[in-house]
């Protein structure tokens, strides 16, 4: 199974509606590969938002508005944040019954909503255990921080350098979120508090957005890039039925049965994209994934590891912090990274010589984890 073509939008607060954003990205994924629109035997859409923020559903009926003389089978697939993860896993169970498969993944995120987006985030976690409490993401994130900052002894000045490599990514990414500000380490550190020990800097932007990618059952091109597996492991929606709120289980049997499945390890991995909707979770998928052990992170960032000279670059992009984080598109957005830096095509943020290249993609706070591996 292979990728063949990659799209996406810009990352933003942006004026496009969704099915526009939808389509930007899939004609650019079009474009990017050998396979015209009547190639494409079916397609996958990944969205969270589109019922309770912009008052539509039947995303796939959308979607065919848009190429209404292709009558194909088109899905829609929702697992929170973990979306366009979970889409591309459906699409592979599904490819041998195909030949070219699209993954689409979109949000509109600003704007007038039909709830305040902060309700319809926290649709994505427990509502009864968590948000009637008061439990929203940012405090849930918070949470996990403190616990992890008194068991392994850090303190708050390693997520700000986490937020400073991410936004220093961002800025040779014309395409991110904050591709056009620059972020220095005063500004993250002096920025309010969000929810303690979490401040401004700490949480992803709300982002506009769509990306979407081309897989094949058969590889036509240098370019096409090979999906070595691709594994979801899902875990209890609210943190109070976890016992331990420093990893996230779901990571580590997903990313477990993916290294087995691809016949590599943690050290095999060239460039690798993390879900860091908050920072905290950067350090956590780092452990969870095996890049070192448990409370080890910190010596990854500062030994300068995961940056994009480091033995295991990180979010090359941006992440999900500075690159953005239109919730349906995030994992396909991933991808869009992951193949552009495995395909050399990355310019200024270009990875030496990559051959593997991994992706995870969460939804909720480890609710649902979607991990993909890719080689050359």
Do not use: W
């Not at 930007?24 to 969205?47: C, H, K, P, Q, R």
């Not at 929170?80 to 689409?104: D, G, K, P, R």
Request: net charge negative; charged share 20%.
């Amino acid at each position: 199974m292979f990728i063949r073509g990659i799209g996406r939008t810009k990352f933003g607060v942006l004026s496009n509606s969704l099915p526009v954003l939808a389509y930007e990205a899939m004609i650019n994924a079009l474009n990017d590969s050998t396979v015209g629109i009547i190639d494409i035997d079916a397609i996958f859409i990944s969205n969270f938002l589109g019922g309770p923020v912009n008052g539509q559903l039947h995303l796939n009926s959308v979607i065919a508005s848009l190429i209404p003389e292709v009558n194909i089978p088109i899905l829609r697939i929702e697992t929170a944040c973990a979306s366009s993860s979970v889409a591309l896993n459906q699409a592979l169970h599904c490819i041998n019954n195909f030949e070219n498969i699209m993954i689409i993944g979109v949000e509109k995120m600003t704007g007038p909503g039909l709830i305040p987006i902060t309700d319809a985030i926290a649709m994505a976690g427990d509502y009864e255990a968590d948000y009637k409490n008061g439990l929203v993401f940012p405090a849930a994130y918070a949470l996990i921080a403190q616990q992890y900052m008194r068991k392994y002894g850090i303190d708050h000045s390693l997520l700000e350098e986490i937020a400073y490599l991410n936004h220093c990514n961002s800025r040779m990414n014309p395409l991110a979120h904050f591709y056009y500000k620059e972020v220095t380490r005063e500004m993250i550190r002096s920025s309010p508090i969000v929810a303690e020990p979490l401040n401004l800097f700490d949480c992803s932007p709300v982002s506009d957005g769509a990306a979407a990618v081309i897989v094949s059952n058969k590889k036509e091109s240098d370019r096409d890039i090979e999906i070595l597996s691709s594994r979801i492991a899902t875990d209890t929606i609210s943190i109070t039925q976890r016992r331990d709120l420093t990893s996230f289980k779901s990571t580590i049997v997903a990313s477990s049965k993916a290294y087995n499945e691809a016949n590599i390890g943690p050290g095999d991995i060239d460039i690798l994209e993390v879900h860091d909707c908050f920072t905290i979770s950067e350090l956590i998928a780092l452990e969870d994934l095996g890049m070192c052990g448990p409370g080890k992170a910190i010596e990854l960032i500062e030994n300068g590891e995961i940056s994009i000279n480091g033995s295991i670059p990180v979010n090359t992009d941006g992440g999900l912090k500075a690159n953005g984080h239109p919730i349906g598109a995030t994992g396909l957005a991933q991808i869009y990274e992951v193949i552009t830096q495995l395909r050399s095509e990355a310019g200024k943020r270009q990875v030496e010589n990559p051959e593997f290249g991994m992706t995870q993609n969460i939804g909720g706070i480890g609710g649902t984890c979607g991990i993909t591996i890719f080689g050359v």
